[in-house]
């Protein structure tokens, strides 16, 4: 967005600095200015100069040789415009001319004929529409003269403003607002041009007269204030030439003094408007209402938009006359005969009008304002100035009635309390109290002062969207001031440790042990899977009530019911690459609950894999010492359980014979087990592999009570002794291994541990024993351990175990 600081002028005095001085200062205060431009200097480069000779060039059949004089000195350009005439005052661009584009003049022979510069058209000054040939100037037009200063243009500064930095700030699109934030960084006072005299005088031109034009808004629309002025004796033309240039300075074209009107006063005050050929307003009526079915609107720009139903219209009694907030419709343009208007100010809701302009693909001046959330308290100061412009541009001009108002909002001030020294310190800097009472009110705030504390009344239009609370405040002064003055500082803040919650202590401990001591690593997989991989597993419990509404892909459509579908996943990415692995995850699973909608669980999912032999008794071990380390009492029941939440009931993979029942404080709440072949296929899967589900929800927050024993090292050694013994293939390992420890009724045996467990046919099975014997008193003799392993061998037997020969 263009700011002219010509037009900044009309209401504040800046002091006298270089521009891009005066933009540096802007930015640090207000919003950035990304470029800084000066108008006029083209104009003030090229000279009014009379055509005194004009040669065919040798070398072309439409070029000319034209000579020319300046009153000083005589010059030569090659030419080929067809209006090129003997004694006619024409606009000379010397060498070194740069013309908007970037397109700079240089010595340049044309078919081989230097050229010393450039005659000019209108279109290539921006002074007109005309290219047909030179622009022609009238023959008292003094030689030498710039062209700039011929037409009365005025030399401009415009500050080229960064839309983003100002989308928090409905008030500063216009120029109006952006005069106060000068006045304010700069120190200086603002003029308002707009008080209640001002007001007065436009309200003595209105009469007692009925309204011509009546005003109904449907609650259901995106309406937040409807205003409208009935005019009459309008006639068309032209607008001045200062009006013209501020403008076209802007980025806007001129097209004739009623529709410059119109985005004059939106660049002034920063509200959108519309006025309206009164003629088109069939009814005598204004109606905004939803647009009710589908249906085809021809905007102004001639284009055929396809509405929908909930589209919010600005309609006369038979039919719609534009989109609310975006754009007017092409039958309501006032038009060369137009000589009864009818002005408008309305206001809408930000988000509904930005969403209509989206799908339609339309983006407006206006609705760049309208989405910025504006204050419908602005709407009749901004009727009243149209209505000014209007009769200055056509003074025979009456206004029928008065000012007509709908749906206009109750307004009720924000009042903001604050202490000044809450400023200083937040902001780090002492500022007298004094001096952040008038940055307050130079800003449009109103300020009751008692003691230290001031109660701060925000402006209309900076509460619809900008400030909400003390922290507002403080930073308007912060930035007024200059955030470059203030001296920075490390904030004093005491760091205080923080206690790690149970759950915290528990997963790092889970993590520490599953890293360091069960030697797997650590993956995380998505919670959010597909119907495909739920099925790819059997996994019969969809979450069809936990499917998103904006899923990025099918594949990740619904929050995981649980981590065993993911890991399955991941397990087949890796048996491709490895032989083998053991990694785990730390997550979540969801459960659909009609009540609550949905349980979030906290589970470890483990999985070992090899290719070559069963990993089964690892994954268990590995359990096993877990639990321990956690010091959770728990028992590990082979086989499977109906009550087991962690996989549904008759899932299919579920191996017959290994697996393992997890019970903590009496209830089920873990899994181990090696994963069915049938499974395994699906995904591909050529090995043995075994997962370990723990669910620790329920017990993740209570403190486990450390149940460790520390005593001296050893020192005298222990003996190892192992045996492989016969069992019955349904025999469950923990009831040989129960045998042993209950026949054994010896002090000096450690532990005993499974090592290895052989299927020697379908009725037969070799389960390989490791048992450990010290004294911490002595080293065990010879004779001693030949004992015991004799021992363990008959207790063996006697259970029905003999030693495999």
Request: glycine share 6%.
């Amino acid at each position: 967005m263009y700011i002219s600081i010509d037009w900044i002028k009309d209401f504040v005095e800046l002091p006298d600095m270089e521009p891009n001085k005066l933009a540096e200062r802007f930015t640090m205060a207000t919003c950035e200015v990304e470029d800084v431009l000066t108008t006029g200097e083209l104009l003030d480069r090229v000279r009014i100069v009379e055509i005194t000779e004009i040669e065919d060039h040798p070398d072309s059949d439409h070029l000319h040789l034209v000579k020319f004089t300046d009153g000083k000195e005589e010059k030569q350009v090659v030419c080929g415009a067809p209006n090129v005439e003997v004694g006619k005052k024409v606009p000379f661009a010397p060498l070194g001319t740069t013309f908007p584009g970037g397109f700079t003049l240089v010595p340049k022979k044309i078919r081989g004929v230097m050229s010393e510069g450039m005659l000019c058209s209108e279109t290539e000054l921006e002074i007109g529409t005309d290219d047909s040939g030179l622009k022609i100037f009238e023959t008292g037009a003094p030689l030498g003269q710039s062209v700039g200063e011929y037409v009365g243009q005025k030399k401009d500064i415009l500050l080229d403003i960064d839309n983003k930095s100002i989308t928090h700030r409905p008030d500063l699109w216009g120029h109006y607002g952006m005069a106060r934030e000068f006045a304010a960084v700069f120190g200086n006072p603002l003029k308002n041009p707009f008080d209640s005299a001002w007001e007065e005088k436009i309200r003595s031109w209105m009469s007692d007269e009925k309204a011509p034009v009546s005003i109904t808004v449907d609650p259901d629309s995106a309406n937040l204030g409807f205003t409208g002025l009935s005019m009459d004796n309008i006639t068309i033309k032209p607008s001045p030439q200062w009006m013209q240039d501020r403008l076209n300075a802007c980025g806007m074209r001129p097209i004739n003094n009623i529709v410059d009107i119109s985005n004059y006063v939106m660049l002034e005050l920063g509200i959108p408007n519309h006025i309206f050929d009164r003629d088109t307003i069939r009814g005598g009526q204004i109606i905004v209402r939803r647009a009710g079915e589908d249906k085809e609107f021809t905007t102004l720009d001639e284009v055929k938009r396809d509405l929908l139903p909930s589209d919010t219209m600005v309609c006369d009694a038979e039919g719609p006359s534009g989109i609310a907030g975006i754009m007017g419709g092409l039958d309501s343009a006032v038009a060369d005969t137009t000589s009864r208007i009818f002005l408008e100010a309305a206001n809408w809701r930000d988000a509904e009008v930005r969403r209509t302009a989206t799908r339609l693909g339309l983006r407006t001046d206006a609705l760049q304002r309208y989405e910025k959330s504006l204050d419908s308290q602005l709407l009749e100061r901004t009727l009243l100035r149209l209505a000014e412009l209007v009769k200055e541009s056509c003074p025979e001009a009456v206004i029928k009635g008065q000012v007509v108002k709908a749906n206009m909002p109750a307004y009720t001030p924000l009042v903001i309390d604050v202490k000044a020294s809450r400023i200083c310190q937040v902001l780090g800097k002492a500022i007298d109290t004094p001096e952040i009472v008038r940055i307050l009110e130079a800003l449009d705030y109103s300020v009751a002062l008692e003691g230290d504390q001031m109660s701060v009344t925000v402006p209309s239009y900076r509460s619809t969207k900008d400030i909400e609370c003390d922290a507002d405040i403080i930073e308007e002064i912060g930035r007024v001031i200059g955030y470059d003055n203030i001296t920075p500082a490390a904030p004093l803040n005491e760091v205080n440790a923080v206690r790690l919650s149970e759950a915290k202590v528990m997963s790092r401990k889970i993590l520490d042990f599953m890293v360091n001591r069960a030697g797997a690593l650590e993956v995380m997989t998505y919670p959010m899977v597909g119907d495909k991989l739920l099925d790819q597993a059997f996994w019969p419990v969809k979450n069809e009530t936990l499917i998103l509404a904006n899923a990025m892909s099918p594949e990740s459509d619904r929050m995981r019911p649980s981590l065993i579908p993911s890991l399955l996943q991941a397990a087949a990415l890796n048996q491709k690459t490895y032989s083998s692995f053991r990694f785990f995850e730390l997550g979540r699973s969801f459960q659909e609950d009609e009540k609550d909608f949905c349980h979030e669980r906290y589970q470890l999912g483990v999985v070992y894999f090899d290719k070559k032999k069963s990993p089964f008794l690892e994954a268990a071990n590995g359990m096993e010492e877990l639990m321990n380390s956690l010091n959770i009492p728990f028992r590990m029941v082979p086989g499977t359980n109906d009550k087991n939440t962690l996989y549904p009931e008759g899932w299919e993979g579920l191996h017959p014979y290994e697996s393992m029942d997890v019970q903590i404080m009496g209830r089920s709440r873990g899994y181990i087990g090696t994963v069915h072949p049938l499974v395994c296929r699906n995904f591909k899967i050529k090995g043995q592999l075994v997962m370990a589900v723990l669910d620790i929800s329920d017990f993740q927050n209570q403190r486990m009570k450390d149940k460790t024993k520390y005593q001296p090292l050893d020192r005298f050694p222990s003996s190892i002794f192992d045996c492989t013994v016969v069992a019955d293939a349904h025999t469950p390992v923990e009831d040989v291994v129960a045998v042993l420890k209950k026949g054994m009724k010896m002090k000096e045996l450690d532990w005993v541990k499974v090592v290895d467990v052989f299927t020697m046919s379908e009725t037969q099975k070799s389960v390989t024993l490791r048992s450990s014997f010290k004294d911490a008193e002595k080293t065990l003799s010879g004779e001693f351990i030949r004992q015991a392993e004799d021992k363990v061998i008959a207790v063996l037997e006697k259970g029905g175990f003999p030693l495999k020969v």
